[in-house]
Nanobody
């Protein structure tokens, strides 16, 4: 059974930091591109950051310089370090794992989401 379990969300003041974690089980973690998405009510889910199998990262323009994605293949875990948080970062954050072969998504798994609220 595949599971992606997020943790680390919560309430933080503007300018503060949070670190999200996502532990994967039931998959060969090292084969997967790992992503963090976020969603607010009434809006589409948006890609925040991605880390490839080879460790290359990509961030959305809205979080560049503030958020850092990383992975630890020895622990089947991906992280999202979020600094200088803004109220507009408030959302449910979802961990996602994609197994991509020859440009085709073969497997696609999601976590249950963790709420991040940035407010004074």
């Amino acid at each position: 059974q595949v599971q992606l379990v997020e943790s680390g969300g919560g309430l933080v003041q503007p300018g503060g930091s949070l670190r999200l974690s996502c532990v994967a089980s039931g998959i060969n973690f090292s084969f997967y591109t790992m992503n963090w998405y976020r969603q607010v009510p009434g809006k589409q889910r948006e890609l925040v950051a991605a880390v490839t199998v080879g460790g290359n990262t990509n961030d959305a323009d809205s979080v560049k310089g503030r958020f850092t994605i990383s992975r630890d293949n020895t622990k089947d875990t991906t992280f999202l370090q979020m600094n200088s948080l803004k109220p507009e970062d408030t959302a449910v954050y979802y961990c996602n794992g994609k197994w991509v072969r020859s440009g085709v998504v073969v497997k696609d798994y999601w976590g249950q989401g963790t709420q991040v609220t940035v407010s004074s």
